[in-house]
């Protein structure tokens, strides 16, 4: 029997040591499919410090990667993307990289008719917004666009939080070119598949049909075996070159720890931490920069902070964090996509003075919000399997393909 080929192109390049949440996703679900029956062959991108690690061949997956850091190529991709980067009225909001779409589209068209695949899964919203063009070369093809996150609301959330009249009025144009872009590109796939149910139905109300969700992969730390006692260690984690990121963690210093006891300490965890959060270390407030692993943070820590200020879709940070029965302090943007109850299975927070609220009440009464964060474990044991996701991944994939 002929085995089923599947073209995988994706915005970032999957392997095993890979560090962000999305890539991770991507990773688990490529290599799984890599043990069954299908041909695959992946298409992405990479910087330079990536291509020794890359690790498809190991696996027996095809691959065709560019390198964004190759010195001509770095080039020409800011003169091809000028227009991208300072026009409001790009047609896709300012979110599709021209360098990047140029080259899969030159890809694709220079395939030969013996690799037609079956399947294109198109990873990642920027890499979506090609699904028309890809389509029309590819017309046999059965079409597939994974949903990290739903690129226009997160558009939306930045909107919400600019203060700038002119800036937000720009970032306004931008948002209703993406979402138009967004929403219409979904319309061409076969399949779409987000990481959320909330994300589902937002698709879902805006007109997509055959929306499906797909449980991210994330590091669980089930079995941490987490202090009964309370420590006073605050922990936030995740890449500090990203800047939803750095600035909760800033958020967080300057409007609620500055105002704590003596007693707490906070540690912020990532890699490439930007010097105006490195200025803030000291006795009281850790900047660990990329560490091995987490495990032995949340071990000791009496909870876990994430104030985040923008972004979209569910968060791998919470879901591993909340995996360990840390308690979770968090807002409806951190919490997104996640089925817990406020004072149930976390503690919800949006103003400094609800996080200094929650604080004060763990420092006094741990043993209630050992048992909180404890509900927040099960809730994620219960609802987040991704063994079970790829299973069904899998089968849509193969019986649908053609």
């Given at each position: 029997?002929?085995?089923?080929k599947?073209?995988?192109?994706?915005?970032y390049?999957a392997?095993?040591t890979?560090?962000?949440?999305?890539?991770?996703?991507?990773?688990y679900?490529?290599?799984?499919?890599?043990k069954?029956?299908?041909?695959?062959?992946?298409v992405?991108f990479?910087n330079?410090?990536?291509?020794?690690?890359?690790?498809?061949e190991?696996?027996?997956i095809k691959?065709?990667?560019?390198c964004?850091?190759d010195?001509?190529?770095?080039?020409k991709?800011?003169?091809?993307?000028?227009e991208?980067?300072?026009?409001?009225f790009?047609?896709?909001?300012n979110?599709c990289?021209?360098y990047?779409?140029?080259?899969?589209?030159k890809y694709t068209?220079?395939?030969k008719?013996?690799?037609y695949p079956?399947v294109?899964i198109?990873?990642?919203?920027e890499?979506?917004?090609?699904?028309?063009?890809?389509k029309r070369?590819?017309?046999?093809s059965?079409l597939?666009?994974?949903?990290e996150?739903?690129?226009?609301?997160?558009l939306q959330?930045?909107?919400?939080n600019?203060?700038?009249?002119?800036?937000?009025?720009?970032?306004?144009?931008?948002y209703?070119?993406?979402?138009k872009a967004?929403?219409?590109?979904?319309?061409?796939a076969?399949?779409?598949?987000?990481t959320?149910?909330?994300?589902r139905d937002?698709?879902?109300?805006?007109?997509?049909k055959?929306?499906?969700?797909l449980?991210?992969?994330?590091y669980s730390?089930?079995?941490?075996e987490?202090e009964?006692?309370?420590?006073g260690?605050?922990?936030?984690?995740?890449?500090?070159n990203?800047?939803?990121?750095y600035?909760a963690?800033?958020?967080?210093?300057e409007?609620?720890?500055?105002?704590?006891n003596?007693?707490?300490?906070?540690f912020?965890?990532?890699?490439k931490?930007p010097?105006?959060?490195?200025?803030?270390?000291?006795?009281k407030?850790?900047i660990?920069?990329f560490?091995?692993t987490v495990?032995s943070f949340?071990?000791?820590?009496s909870?876990?902070?994430?104030p985040?200020?923008?972004?979209?879709g569910?968060?791998?940070?919470i879901l591993?964090?909340m995996?360990?029965?840390?308690?979770?302090?968090t807002n409806?943007?951190?919490?997104?996509?996640?089925p817990?109850?406020?004072?149930?299975?976390?503690f919800?927070c949006?103003?400094?003075?609800d996080?200094?609220?929650?604080?004060?009440?763990?420092?006094?009464n741990?043993?209630?919000?050992?048992?909180?964060?404890?509900?927040g474990?099960?809730?994620?044991?219960?609802?987040?399997n991704?063994?079970n996701?790829?299973k069904r991944?899998?089968q849509?994939?193969?019986d649908?393909?053609?």
């Amino acid at each position: 029997m002929k085995r089923k080929k599947i073209l995988w192109i994706s915005r970032y390049v999957a392997y095993d040591t890979v560090r962000h949440a999305g890539g991770q996703n991507f990773n688990y679900y490529l290599k799984q499919m890599s043990k069954e029956d299908f041909d695959i062959c992946m298409v992405a991108f990479c910087n330079k410090e990536e291509i020794q690690r890359i690790d498809s061949e190991k696996y027996g997956i095809k691959s065709h990667v560019f390198c964004m850091e190759d010195e001509y190529a770095h080039l020409k991709q800011k003169y091809i993307n000028l227009e991208v980067r300072y026009s409001p009225f790009n047609r896709h909001g300012n979110f599709c990289d021209n360098y990047v779409a140029k080259k899969i589209l030159k890809y694709t068209k220079n395939l030969k008719s013996c690799d037609y695949p079956d399947v294109v899964i198109l990873h990642w919203t920027e890499i979506g917004l090609l699904a028309f063009e890809i389509k029309r070369l590819l017309p046999n093809s059965r079409l597939i666009i994974i949903e990290e996150d739903v690129a226009f609301l997160g558009l939306q959330r930045s909107v919400n939080n600019t203060k700038s009249l002119f800036l937000k009025s720009l970032k306004r144009i931008k948002y209703s070119r993406l979402k138009k872009a967004e929403v219409k590109q979904l319309s061409y796939a076969d399949e779409v598949f987000t990481t959320n149910y909330k994300d589902r139905d937002l698709l879902v109300m805006n007109g997509i049909k055959r929306v499906n969700v797909l449980s991210s992969y994330y590091y669980s730390m089930s079995h941490t075996e987490r202090e009964r006692i309370f420590t006073g260690k605050i922990i936030f984690f995740g890449a500090m070159n990203r800047e939803e990121n750095y600035k909760a963690a800033l958020w967080f210093i300057e409007r609620v720890f500055v105002r704590l006891n003596e007693n707490w300490e906070f540690f912020v965890i990532g890699n490439k931490p930007p010097e105006e959060l490195m200025k803030y270390k000291s006795s009281k407030i850790h900047i660990t920069g990329f560490v091995d692993t987490v495990d032995s943070f949340f071990e000791q820590a009496s909870c876990f902070v994430a104030p985040l200020l923008t972004g979209a879709g569910i968060k791998i940070k919470i879901l591993e964090a909340m995996s360990s029965g840390t308690p979770i302090l968090t807002n409806s943007i951190g919490i997104e996509g996640i089925p817990a109850k406020d004072r149930e299975s976390y503690f919800h927070c949006d103003t400094p003075e609800d996080y200094m609220l929650v604080l004060n009440e763990i420092e006094r009464n741990y043993g209630e919000a050992y048992r909180i964060g404890m509900n927040g474990k099960k809730i994620i044991r219960n609802n987040f399997n991704y063994e079970n996701s790829f299973k069904r991944f899998r089968q849509i994939v193969c019986d649908g393909a053609k």
